[in-house]
């Protein structure tokens, strides 16, 4: 029997947790329901899966076209920057020519002026957890919704609202991904071990055909799917990748996501706001998906020290110099700076740094470093649009009650790529939503954070 008020919802949920956890070592705060998405919002994020799609193919042939020269040779020399030779000599691969990741993950801000889609990633956390997420909210929806709805209504939801994805949309669209192969590991690294319990729940679900096993493991057979839980700049603290991708470039065994730390980089969305690439954006994504990329990404930048002609600005900076960057007001620094890939400090929140959050000295020091490091570990610059203020609640345990929090959205789609070559289509199959408490500028997973799969609200 589904519980039936909001604390028996909330223990409920808490119940269900696996025995070895999620994430290693982490708790968060646990609402009594689901975050509720207007119908709208939620008819967007079903279907931006296909323009995700799109982009990361356009992406993908940019990338092939600036080093056959068919297009300008900077591109691929900034997307290059920092990588080893081997690896590189990978991403280039005949083997791999037409890879792109099979699981699309966008992080999307809930803004004061709408969605805000500040990167992308291919090697996401939180499979697993958004998949259990889904499992347990499914029995939990219709009573608690109903009982919070007569509580509160700035979070109100009725007994139609339907969780996206449902009870198992995130574990059908994972093994989705692997067609009909009979065997798929799960490779994941020391790096990325806080995550090993979600997957190792997700294997359980799914049979025996799954397994997860660490960067070790090298039992692997022809005709096997390996799922690369370890991102590129890592290659060195996990020693059976080389075997992993000989094995992939000799197409003895299905990889994904590729070898291809092209889809590694946040830089990425400078190059769709290059203005000298819009002719092939535009032919390459069509007017209506380009268009809509860019209402719902933030200008972006690379921080390039490269010297400029002298009557040369930087677009909507109107800056002359990447030093000149240093001297702007607080009030001009509304402005995020972030390592753009391959870096252990290009994950969660690390590596990424709010302009108006910081001393005049502090945002000195991270543009000197954006600089100074460019040839190693590129940065770039985002507009911040400051996340709005939601309503959410969590469940006091202590206090046995359900604690109002106004907070600040992070809402993370998972698209699922099946198929092969131009017949592939990507899958939503849930999305999961942070929710820090409102002083936190920069939202990402923590102690204090509510997560929750989302629901389509009904009659919105």
Not at 427 to 435: C, K, R
Request: overall charge neutral; some cysteine; glycine content about 6%.
């Amino acid at each position: 029997m589904p519980p039936t008020n909001p604390e028996t919802a909330a223990r409920f949920v808490r119940e269900q947790i696996p025995a070895n956890g999620l994430f290693a070592g982490l708790v968060w705060r646990i609402s009594p329901l689901p975050f509720p998405l207007g119908a709208e919002l939620a008819k967007e994020i079903e279907s931006l899966g296909r323009v995700l799609l799109q982009f990361y193919r356009a992406v993908n042939l940019l990338y092939r076209k600036s080093v056959d020269g068919k297009q300008p040779d900077w591109i691929a020399r900034w997307l290059d920057l920092g990588k080893p030779a081997e690896l590189i000599a990978l991403q280039r691969s005949p083997a791999f020519k037409n890879d792109v990741p099979r699981v699309i993950r966008p992080d999307i801000l809930l803004t004061e002026t709408g969605i805000s889609i500040t990167e992308l990633d291919s090697v996401p956390g939180g499979i697993g957890l958004t998949a259990w997420l889904g499992k347990t909210y499914s029995n939990v929806l219709p009573a608690s919704c109903r009982q919070i709805s007569n509580q509160d209504q700035n979070c109100r939801q009725d007994a139609d609202s339907t969780l996206i994805g449902g009870a198992d949309g995130m574990l059908r669209g994972f093994e989705s991904i692997f067609g009909d192969v009979k065997t798929v590991h799960i490779i994941v690294s020391e790096e990325a071990a806080t995550y090993r319990p979600e997957m190792a729940w997700l294997c359980e679900q799914l049979g025996s055909r799954f397994t997860v096993h660490d960067s070790r493991f090298n039992d692997f057979a022809d005709g096997d799917a390996v799922y690369r839980f370890f991102e590129l700049f890592d290659l060195p603290n996990v020693p059976n990748s080389k075997k992993i991708f000989e094995l992939a470039a000799e197409k003895r065994i299905r990889l994904t996501p590729p070898p291809k730390p092209v889809f590694e980089e946040k830089m990425l969305f400078a190059l769709l706001w290059n203005r000298n690439l819009h002719d092939f954006w535009r032919q390459e994504l069509g007017e209506g998906f380009l268009a809509r990329l860019k209402k719902l990404v933030p200008y972006t930048w690379i921080v390039d020290p490269s010297p400029l002609p002298p009557q040369a600005v930087i677009p909507e900076l109107n800056l002359t110099d990447w030093q000149q960057l240093k001297t702007l007001s607080q009030k001009e620094r509304e402005l995020i700076l972030k390592v753009s890939g391959f870096s252990e400090h290009a994950w969660g929140a690390r590596g990424v740094f709010l302009g108006s959050d910081l001393s005049q000295e502090e945002w000195a020091k991270a543009v000197d470093d954006a600089i100074q490091h460019f040839e190693q570990s590129p940065r770039i610059l985002q507009r911040y649009h400051k996340p709005a203020l939601v309503e959410a609640q969590w469940f006091d345990f202590a206090k046995n009650e359900v604690v109002p929090m106004k907070g600040r959205v992070r809402l993370c789609p998972y698209y699922f790529v099946s198929g092969e070559g131009d017949a592939a289509r990507p899958q939503l199959g849930g999305v999961l939503a942070t929710i820090n408490p409102a002083d936190k500028k920069i939202i990402h997973g923590m102690t204090d954070a509510v997560l929750a799969p989302c629901a389509k609200q009904a009659g919105s």
